[in-house]
């Protein structure tokens, strides 16, 4: 296991070496901080595929601990989000803004939201189910803002729900 373990820190310090604009190579703290968050050569090589480029150690760490894998980008360019920075993607996966919930959103006639409205209704925990209902009960065609208001106003009411 430690001959693993050493092997793998090798291969990611002569990776980012070669791929970082770090003029030293990675410390050895470094070198644990990347096998901890689970930053590998592949992972260094599938983002610089990816056009982003020599990214720094933090920056392939955040993308790792925040759960934007080669995958998630390249769902997200898929669906017309081609040109995110790397904190619009950590933003948008933190609050669990994912290909399928944007296809679902978008299936009910909502394809024109920008993505910071996704996230707001992510934020707000409107679902589709939830504009499903609101049509159920005559609420057609509302806007993003409105759908977060009535999510937001039903939670408010729930709190006053009378039992019995």
């Known amino acids: 296991m430690k001959i693993f373990v050493i092997a793998s820190l090798l291969a990611i310090s002569s990776t980012v070496s070669a791929q ?3 003029t030293d190579k990675p ?3 470094d070198l644990i901080k990347m ?4 930053v590998t050569p592949e992972f260094i090589r599938e983002t610089r595929e990816l056009g982003f480029g020599d990214l720094t150690l933090d920056e392939l760490v955040k993308l790792r601990t925040h759960g934007v894998s080669v995958a998630y980008v390249k769902e997200m360019r898929d669906l017309g989000f081609k040109d995110l920075t ?12 994912t290909a399928s919930f944007i ?3 978008r299936d009910l006639g909502y394809r024109d939201l920008r993505l910071d409205d996704y996230v707001r ?3 707000h925990g409107v ?8 049509r159920e009960v005559g609420f057609k065609d509302l806007h993003a803002d409105d759908i977060v208001e009535l999510s937001n ?3 408010h009411l729930a709190k006053y729900k009378i039992k019995g």
């Open 20 to 22: 970082t604009p770090q």
């Open 27 to 29: 410390s050895v703290d």
């Open 35 to 38: 096998r901890i968050h689970g």
């Open 86 to 97: 790397l904190d619009e993607l950590a933003k948008v996966r933190i609050h669990g803004v």
């Open 103 to 105: 296809r679902e959103i």
């Open 121 to 123: 209704l992510r934020i």
């Open 127 to 134: 679902s589709a189910k939830f504009i499903r209902d609101l």
């Open 153 to 155: 106003a039903t939670k």
